[in-house]
């Protein structure tokens, strides 16, 4: 065995108590979606294609009850044609606020791509909520959790949505567990009328509830990450109580019509399949963030979460300090790809961003972040974000492959 390899099989050893709750929890939501596609008779007819307007897709129906099930709500819209995260959250936020009202952001700045729609950043006439009239009012994090002072005071009459975005994402702050949302949910309820949206990207079946089973009323993600298990080709869903989610079926649509029509093209068989591996998809992902997380603190670098911390999404970062080894970092993780193993990744000047990205991914579905996939910005401390790994042997492959090429880096710099 060569150094890395004794690293590896410590860091194993050393990680059997972590393992062990994983697999707890991926067991209990296994019996969760077993029970739930029981209970909702699921059968082959559900496969079944539809076209045109898509009236009486029994599969659609179904999937959109089953999604309610897990999620411990009332009502669910889950389709292939919300085009990603990003536009499933932009559904929610036009569905819900009207001219006059005030969205409240409650764990900092939304992500990124969120910035154009709320109209704090891009073009005045895009059709951003501000151009209709929709206030914007942020609260920061205050040592990593909800700030209720501060939340309090920003809560008047006007506010008609309190976002939070559960994971941490590719910001510099800890992820909120499903509880501190459930308290953030009882706060809001207490004081106002207001909904209390949530981004759950990332976050998917990392525990035994979502924050819809604590009472959010909308909870929004992406089918190409944690819920679609690897297996849906595209899609999004939103998740929550049945005025809710019919609102923004009004918006996903159009008013009057919502989501009682849209046809599937084939597409329930994928969505059903993918949620029945989610939960062993996510606990892949968990193994091979905490695999990753005890090597390179082996290694001698942090690891964020660290690799004894209870896990609330499956995102890893690791800060390298050297934008040699960042890019090492990538190009290892995209040479033990199943995809585009010979490609070599560059840093690249990627629109809305200040700094060079470099990213790595050779996944099955494009941009498919279950799938291990890794970047960074180019910028101190020079930190690479990575998530996902179908199964924990090919991502323990790609991390040890990453550990390589950053060995090898800091080797070339000592010559
Ligand atoms: C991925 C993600 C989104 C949506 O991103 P898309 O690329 O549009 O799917 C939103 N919020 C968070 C926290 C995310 O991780």
């Not at 008047?156 to 008609?160: F, H, I, N, Q």
């Not at 190409?224 to 080709?233: D, H, Q, S, T, Y």
């Not at 199943?338 to 193993?341: A, E, M, Q, R, T």
């Given at each position: 065995m060569d150094g890395l390899e004794i690293i590896a099989k410590r860091a194993e050893e050393n990680l059997t108590v972590g393992f062990e709750r994983i697999d707890r929890i991926a067991y209990i939501n296994t019996e969760r979606v077993l029970a739930a596609f029981k209970k909702h008779r699921v059968s082959e007819g559900h496969f079944a294609s539809s076209t045109g307007y898509g009236y009486d897709d029994r599969g659609r129906e179904v999937i959109d009850r089953i999604y309610a099930e897990l999620f411990g709500c009332e009502a669910a819209l889950v389709r292939h044609n919300i085009v990603n995260g990003t536009h499933a959250l932009a559904i929610g936020l036009y569905g819900l606020l009207r001219p006059g009202d005030t969205l409240l952001s409650v764990?900092?700045?939304?992500?990124?791509?969120?910035e154009e729609v709320i109209g704090i950043s891009g073009t005045p006439g895009n059709g951003s909520l501000a151009d209709f009239g929709i206030g914007y009012r942020q609260v920061e994090l205050k040592n990593g959790k909800l700030d209720f002072d501060a939340i309090g005071k920003r809560l008047?009459?006007?506010?008609?949505v309190v976002f939070v975005q559960r994971s941490k994402g590719y910001l510099d702050r800890p992820t909120l567990s499903v509880d501190a949302i459930g308290e953030l949910v009882s706060f809001v309820k207490e004081r106002s009328d207001a909904y209390v949206m949530v981004d759950n990207c990332y976050g998917e079946f990392t525990e035994t509830k979502e924050p819809s089973a604590l009472g959010a009323d909308l909870v929004v993600g992406s089918l190409?990450?944690?819920?679609?298990?690897?297996?849906?080709?595209c899609g999004g869903y939103l998740c929550g109580t049945a005025k809710a989610v019919e609102l923004c079926s009004y918006r996903l649509t159009t008013v009057g019509v919502g989501g009682e029509v849209g046809a599937t093209v084939g597409q329930n068989k994928n969505i059903l399949k993918g949620l029945f591996y989610a939960p062993h998809s996510v606990k892949e992902a968990l193994k091979t963030a905490l695999f990753a997380a005890k090597v390179f603190e082996e290694l001698g670098f942090e690891a964020?979460?660290?690799?004894?911390a209870v896990r609330h999404d499956i995102i890893q970062s690791i800060r390298l300090c050297d934008p040699d080894l960042l890019c090492a970092f990538c190009r290892g993780i995209q040479y033990a790809s199943?995809?585009?193993?010979y490609v070599t990744p560059e840093p690249w000047d990627m629109p809305g961003y200040q700094d060079k990205v470099i990213m790595a991914a050779g996944t099955f579905t494009s941009g498919s972040s279950i799938e291990l996939s890794a970047d960074g910005p180019l910028r101190s401390p020079y930190t690479v974000f990575f998530q996902g790994g179908l199964t924990y042997e090919s991502g323990k492959v790609g991390i040890l492959s990453a550990a390589r090429e950053v060995l090898k880096a800091q080797k070339k710099r000592a010559e």
């Open positions: 764990a900092g700045k939304p992500y990124d791509t969120l008047d009459g006007s506010v008609k190409i990450k944690n819920p679609g298990g690897g297996m849906a080709e964020e979460p660290d690799s004894s199943p995809v585009d193993s």
